[in-house]
């Protein structure tokens, strides 16, 4: 199985930086694109940013501008660093990556469980 594991949510006052680790582990072969989705209380999940393998990158049109996502793929890991937060980036953020678990090439979905980031004076 696969395992994405997230790290770096916390308390920030808006204005101030985070920056999001989504970490693949267990029976990687391969990662195809990650992505960074987030939901905030009585809202639907929308998405934040994603990047394939070779460094393409979208954003979500609330954040263009003041986020920035990447990877390495060595270490099969994405970044997301946020700069200039307001209080209506407050929401579970949680990544998403399409894994080859085998040479076979069969693509799977897996989801993280999500870190909060709360912005907030």
């Known amino acids: 199985q696969v395992r994405l594991v997230e790290s770096g949510g916390g308390l920030v006052q808006p204005g101030g930086s985070l920056r999001l680790s989504c970490s693949a582990s267990g029976r990687v072969y391969k990662v195809h694109g990650m992505g960074w989705y987030r939901q905030s209380p009585g809202k639907g999940r929308e998405l934040v940013a994603r990047?394939?393998?070779?460094?393409?990158?979208q954003y979500g049109g609330s954040v263009e501008g003041r986020f920035t996502v990447s990877r390495d793929n060595a270490k099969n890991t994405m970044y997301l660093q946020m700069n200039s937060l307001k209080p209506e980036d407050t929401a579970v953020y949680s990544c998403?990556?399409?894994?080859?678990?085998?040479?076979?090439?069969?693509?799977?979905?897996?989801w993280g469980q999500g870190t909060q980031v709360t912005v907030s004076s």
């Open positions: 990047i394939d393998a070779g460094g393409w990158s």
């Open positions: 998403n990556a399409l894994v080859d678990m085998d040479e076979l090439g069969s693509h799977y979905d897996f």
